[in-house]
C-alpha cells in the first residue's frame, strides 16, 4: 500500500476532533483519480486515432483554448486570487466575497470576448498556428471546425479555475481536483458511444480495402476526422460539467456571492496588479507550450500527436507529486510571514515531491517504451507509434526533476507576493526552449523509425510498422528540458534570497545511490523481459526497480521512504 505524500502539516481537525486528511492528500487523490481517467481517455483516443492527420487536428483544438484557459485560469489564479483571498478571508468573510463575485465577473467577461473573437476568426488562427503551410493541407478544414466546437470550453474552464481558487482558499481541495474525471469521462463516453451505436471510427472496410490506407493524410482526416469531432463536442460537454459540478459548493461557502463589475476594491486592485505579472509568468510558460505545437507543425504528420501524447504521460507526475504539495501549500504559505517558518515547509515538500519524481524521471527515459506501448499500442496506434512517444517522452523526462520541483518554489514566491520575478525567468526559459528546439528538432527530424530499428534491432524485434515516423518532436522535448533547467536554477537563486537556507535540488543527492541501483535493475529488465507479453513485461521492469529504488533507500534511511511504509516496516525503520 501506497500512501499519498503530504503536506507538511495537517489541516485544521473536523468538529469530532480527529485530524482530517492533509490537504496534498486530498489534492493529490483527486489529481490521481482525474489524471488516470485522462491515461484511459488518451488510450481510447490512440485506439480510435492513432498519430496521424486527424490526431494532429484534434491535438492543435485542444491546445488553443487550453492556453486561454491556463493564462486566465488554473495557475494564474493561484499567483494573483488565492492569496489575496485567503488573506482577506482571516479578516473579514463578507468583503472577501465581494472580491471573489468582482474577480469572477472580470474573468467571464474577458474570457467571453477572447472565445467569440476565437470562434469568429478560426481559419486565421489555424492558418497562423500552422505557419501558414495551409495549402493542400487535410488537417486544415478538420482543425477549424474542431476549434469552433471546443472553443467555448475554454471559458467554462476558466471559471472552473475559479471555482477551484474558492474551494482551496476555504481548504477544500478535493472536489476541484476530481471534477477534471467528468471533462475525461464526457470524452472518452462520446467516443465509444459514437462508435458503438452509430459506427463512428470503424475502419475495417477502409484498412481491408488497402492495409495503408490511414497512412495517407488525406484518407486519414477523411476517415478519422469524425472520431475528432466527435470528440471535440464531448471536451465542450466536459468542460460545462467539470464547471457545473463546483458551482453549489462554492456557493455555500461564499455566502451572498455577487457576481459584478468592481474595480475600486482595494482587494480587487491587488488581485489585477498580482495578475498582470502571474499572467506575465504563467503566460510565457503557455506560449513555450504552444510554441513547441506550432513548431511541431512545420515540421512531419504526427508531431503533434506524438507531443500531446507524451505530455500526457510527462505531466501526470508533475501533477500528482508536485501540484498536489504545491497548491495544497499557497494557501497556507500565504497565511505566514516568517520565513524560518516558509523554509521548514518548503524543505519537507520538496523532499515529498523529489522522492517520487526522481524514480519516474529514470523509469520514463530507460522503460518509456514498455510503459507506452502497454498504455496505447492497440488499434490504430502501432510499434513505430509506440517508439515515437517514447522518445519524446524521453526527452522531457530529462527536465522533470527541474519542472517538479520549480512548482513549489514558483508558489513559494507567489505567497510573498513576487509575481514578477519568476515571470522575468519565465520569459528566459522560452526564449531557451524555443532556440534549442528549432536546432534540435531539425538535427532529429532527419532520424526515422526505421534507422532506430535498424540500429537497434532488440528494440521490437520483429515489430510490424507501415511508414517510417521521424523524430523531430524529441528535438522539441529536449529544448524543454533544456529551458526547464535553466528556469529552475534561476528561481531556486530567487527564493533564496528572499527566503534564505531554501534549497530544492538538496533532497536529490541522497537519492543518487537509489536512483543508480534501480536504474541497473531497470536495464537488466529491458533484457530478461524482451519476448514477454507487453503488459507483463512493463509490470515486471517497473516493479522490480521501483522495489530496488525502495529497499535501498529503506536501507539509506531516506526521510520520505516513510510515505510509502505501513505498519511494521514504518516502526522498524524508525527503531
Known amino acids: 500500500m501506497v500512501e499519498i505524500p503530504v503536506s507538511p502539516d495537517q489541516t485544521p481537525s473536523d468538529s469530532g ?38 490526431a494532429d487536428a484534434f491535438g492543435l483544438a485542444t491546445r488553443i483554448p487550453n492556453v486561454l484557459q491556463m493564462l486566465l485560469g488554473e495557475g494564474t489564479l493561484s499567483a ?29 467577461l474577458t474570457a467571453a470576448t477572447i472565445v467569440i473573437l476565437s470562434w469568429i476568426f478560426a481559419p486565421q488562427i489555424t492558418w497562423a498556428i500552422m505557419l501558414g503551410q495551409t495549402e493542400n493541407d487535410p488537417r486544415f478544414d478538420l482543425t477549424v471546425s474542431l476549434l469552433r466546437v471546443i472553443f467555448p470550453s475554454a471559458g467554462l474552464l476558466v471559471l472552473s479555475a475559479w471555482c477551484l481558487g474558492i474551494l482551496n482558499s476555504h481548504r477544500q481541495f478535493f472536489l476541484s481536483y476530481v471534477a477534471p474525471v467528468l471533462w475525461n469521462v464526457a470524452q472518452i463516453a462520446a467516443v465509444v458511444g459514437a462508435f458503438v451505436f452509430f459506427g463512428v471510427g470503424d475502419t475495417s472496410t477502409t484498412l481491408f480495402a488497402s492495409p495503408n490506407a490511414l497512412d495517407d493524410p488525406e484518407t486519414n482526416v477523411a476517415v478519422l476526422g469524425e472520431v475528432a469531432k466527435v470528440a471535440a463536442w464531448g471536451f465542450l460537454a466536459g468542460s460545462a460539467l467539470q464547471f457545473l459540478v463546483q458551482v453549489p459548493n462554492v456557493l455555500k461557502l461564499v455566502q451572498g456571492l455577487r457576481i459584478r463589475l468592481d474595480v475600486k476594491r482595494a482587494g480587487v486592485r491587488e488581485v489585477i496588479r498580482r495578475f498582470g505579472g502571474a499572467v506575465s509568468g504563467r503566460g510565457v510558460v503557455q506560449i513555450s507550450a504552444f510554441a513547441d505545437t506550432i513548431l511541431a507543425t512545420a515540421i512531419t504528420t504526427g508531431a503533434v500527436a506524438a507531443l500531446v501524447k507524451a505530455q500526457i504521460l510527462y505531466i501526470l507526475p508533475i501533477s500528482l507529486f508536485a501540484v498536489s504539495i504545491a497548491a495544497s501549500e499557497l494557501p497556507e504559505l500565504s497565511r505566514l510571514t516568517n520565513p524560518e517558518d516558509i523554509r521548514k515547509r518548503g524543505e519537507k515538500g520538496f523532499g515529498q ?15 518509456g517504451d514498455k510503459i507506452v506501448g502497454t498504455l496505447l499500442e492497440r488499434g490504430e496506434f502501432g510499434s513505430d507509434d509506440t517508439l515515437l512517444v517514447w522518445f519524446t517522452l524521453g526527452a ?10 520549480s512548482r513549489l518554489t514558483q508558489n513559494t514566491l507567489w505567497s510573498q507576493g513576487d509575481t514578477s520575478g519568476p515571470a522575468k525567468i519565465a520569459l528566459i526559459r522560452v526564449l531557451i526552449s524555443i532556440t534549442t528546439a528549432l536546432v534540435a528538432m531539425q538535427l532529429f527530424d532527419r532520424l526515422g523509425t526505421t534507422d532506430v530499428r535498424e540500429a537497434l534491432p532488440t528494440l521490437y524485434d520483429g515489430g510490424s510498422f507501415n511508414e517510417d515516423l521521424r523524430f523531430g518532436a524529441m528535438g522539441i522535448t529536449l529544448g524543454s528540458a533544456v529551458a526547464a533547467w535553466v528556469e529552475a536554477t534561476l528561481l531556486w537563486r530567487l527564493a533564496d534570497k528572499a527566503i534564505p537556507g531554501v534549497s530544492p535540488l538538496g533532497p536529490l543527492k541522497p537519492l543518487l545511490p537509489a536512483l543508480a541501483g534501480a536504474a541497473l535493475v531497470a536495464i537488466a529488465m529491458r533484457f530478461v523481459t524482451d519476448d514477454m507479453w507487453p503488459p507483463l513485461a512493463a509490470i515486471l521492469a517497473v516493479g522490480l526497480s521501483g522495489v530496488t529504488y525502495l529497499a535501498l533507500c529503506f536501507a539509506l534511511k531516506i526521510p ?11 516502526k522498524f525503520r524508525r527503531g
Open 353 to 367: 515531491i523529489m522522492f517520487f519524481v526522481a524514480f519516474t524521471a529514470m523509469a520514463y527515459i530507460l522503460l
Open 17 to 54: 476532533g480527529k485530524p482530517k486528511r492533509s490537504a496534498s492528500a486530498l489534492v493529490a487523490i483527486g489529481i490521481l483519480f482525474s489524471r488516470l481517467s485522462g491515461v484511459v481517455r488518451e488510450v481510447v483516443f490512440s485506439a480510435f486515432m492513432g498519430i496521424g492527420g486527424a
Open 80 to 108: 494573483s486570487f488565492i492569496p489575496v483571498y485567503s488573506s482577506e478571508l482571516e479578516r473579514d468573510e463578507e468583503e472577501a466575497g465581494r472580491i471573489a463575485g468582482a474577480v469572477a465577473a472580470l474573468l467571464a
Open 560 to 570: 520520505q521512504i516513510d510515505l510509502v511504509l505501513v505498519g511494521p516496516l514504518k
Open 396 to 405: 522531457y523526462a530529462f527536465g522533470l526533476i527541474p519542472s517538479a520541483v
